[in-house]
């Protein structure tokens, strides 16, 4: 899996977190439920969703930098989102 790499400055940071990018999401006016399955439930139907999203990386920025736990945010579940996180931390300590 590709690490995504973080905003380089904190302005650049906040404006790619602000909250004005949900108003351009393809699931916005949707049932949000499909981002939340049950366990054992397949989120494909998410993802899909996500896949050609505009956007998709503002997002997945959003979900990593709030620590949402739980739903598909980027088209990422909550375990892929982790993993993007160990990856950034283990970069940031060898540098």
């Not at 899996?1 to 977190?17: D, F, H, I, Q, Y």
């Not at 393809?26 to 494909?44: D, K, T």
């Not at 993802?47 to 990386?57: F, G, I, R, S, W």
């Not at 709030?66 to 996180?85: D, P, Q």
Request: net charge positive; proline share 2%; charged share 35%.
């Amino acid at each position: 899996m590709t690490v995504l790499n973080r905003p380089s400055s904190k302005a650049s940071a906040e404006s790619e977190l602000s909250e004005e990018w949900q108003n351009l999401a393809r699931c916005r006016g949707r049932n949000l439920e499909i981002f939340y399955p049950q366990r054992g439930v397949r989120n494909a139907s998410a993802k899909a969703l996500c896949q050609d999203c505009e956007v998709k990386m503002e997002c997945l920025e959003y979900a990593i930098a709030h620590e949402e736990r739980f739903g598909i945010w980027g088209g990422l579940s909550e375990r892929e989102r982790r993993k993007i996180m160990r990856e950034r931390r283990k970069i940031a300590t060898a540098s």
